[in-house]
């Protein structure tokens, strides 16, 4: 069993800034791509960045220079660094990752609970 864990939302004043962890843990192989994505209400959830496991990086074009998104392969965990945050920003923030299993050593794509982050205006 794989799971994602996210954690650091958050409220914070426009112009502040928060870091997003998500750990990825159980019957893990390998790990590709892992993600952020967000959702605010009424909204489609849409891609917020993107690292693969060799250190290629995609932003959303909203979030570029504001944002920056890293990983720790030996701690299984992505990170959000957040600054210069928006109201615009408000959203549930998903956790996101392409995972191996170790067992039948197949890949399947998995989703974290979410993470609230508000910003005030």
């Known amino acids: 069993q794989v799971q994602l864990v996210e954690s650091g939302g958050g409220l914070v004043q426009a112009g502040g800034s928060l870091r997003l962890s998500c750990a990825a843990s159980?019957?893990?192989?390998?790990?590709?791509?892992m993600g952020w994505y967000r959702q605010a209400p009424g909204n489609q959830r849409e891609l917020v960045a993107t690292?693969?496991?060799?250190?290629?990086?995609t932003y959303a074009d909203s979030v570029k220079g504001r944002f920056t998104i890293s990983r720790d392969n030996a701690k299984n965990t992505v990170y959000l660094q957040m600054n210069s945050l928006k109201p615009e920003d408000t959203a549930v923030y998903y956790c996101?990752?392409?995972?191996?299993?170790?067992?039948?050593?197949?890949?399947?794509?998995?989703w974290g609970q979410g993470t609230q982050v508000s910003v005030s205006s």
């Open positions: 690292i693969s496991n060799g250190g290629t990086l």
């Open positions: 996101n990752a392409d995972i191996q299993g170790m067992g039948d050593m197949m890949w399947s794509d998995y």
């Open positions: 159980g019957s893990i192989f390998s790990i590709s791509v």
